[in-house]
């Protein structure tokens, strides 16, 4: 299996700009989750999913930023509009309900 | 909700010394408990965890104590060597399917 893939590794865009982040899965997880870290905060979760259905969405900062999953291979984290703040690694990370997560590379985003 | 604290945030030591890393949480119900390691530009990397009904786990250089009375639980690693110098997360959960809250994270620097 390749793992958790995420896509762009890097996106570099301009304050005011929409962002999609990209996610799939490891095949046969059931859980997906959203994390940002920052040297500051260091690795918050803004949202997870158990079987494509959002269960705790509390920590996405504001209604700038939307998730979803329209199925079990694929799940999009989109910031609308994008603010230099934002700027982050996005990690995404999966689990088949064993509780340990694997996790993708991350994608690194800057706002200017 | 949960939440975890860390503590050292930076680590030193020479290698072939020990090194030791602390966290405490707050959610009683928390029952899993795992340590990520996190290399630059790389996605956290399960490298070892335990469960609320053991006190101790060992898997060559590296150990987990839990104390589940009082919501700590630590990290130990042994004769320390140059590549395990990163950054290392702490984390805590309750049921399969939930999400893991971390702490903010140990860099560790090992010098030869």
């Known amino acids: 299996d390749a793992g958790v893939i995420q896509s762009p590794r890097h996106e570099v865009t301009e304050m005011g700009q929409e962002v999609t982040l990209r996610c799939k899965p490891i095949?046969?997880?059931?859980?997906l989750f959203w994390y940002r870290q920052t040297m500051m905060r260091g690795l918050e979760l803004l949202i997870y999913?158990?079987?494509?259905?959002?269960?705790?969405d509390s920590g996405m900062p504001e209604d700038r930023f939307s998730a979803k999953m329209p199925n079990a291979s694929f799940s999009t984290l989109k910031i609308q509009p994008s603010e230099p703040r934002d700027s982050a690694v996005y990690f995404c990370?999966?689990?088949?309900?064993?509780?340990?997560?694997?996790f993708g590379q991350g994608t690194r985003l800057t706002v200017v | 909700g949960e939440n975890v604290e860390q503590h050292p945030s930076t680590l030193s030591v020479q290698e072939g010394d020990s090194a030791v890393i602390k966290c405490t949480y707050s959610?009683?119900?928390?029952?899993?408990f795992p340590w990520y390691k996190q290399e630059l530009g790389k996605g956290p990397q399960l490298i070892i965890d335990?469960?609320?009904?053991?006190g101790e786990k060992k898997d060559q250089r590296i150990a987990v104590t839990l104390n589940k009375t009082a919501k700590h639980f630590s990290l130990h690693i042994t004769e320390t060597q140059p590549e395990d110098s990163a950054v290392y997360f702490c984390?805590?959960?309750?049921?399969?399917?939930?999400?893991?809250?971390f702490g903010k994270g140990t860099t560790l620097s090992v010098s030869s």
């Open positions: 990370a999966s689990s088949s309900g064993q509780i340990e997560a694997f």
């Open positions: 095949s046969g997880h059931n859980s």
């Open positions: 999913f158990n079987n494509n259905v959002p269960i705790d």
């Open positions: 959610d009683s119900a928390s029952n899993y």
């Open positions: 335990i469960r609320s009904n053991v």
């Open positions: 984390a805590a959960t309750g049921e399969a399917g939930t999400a893991l809250i």
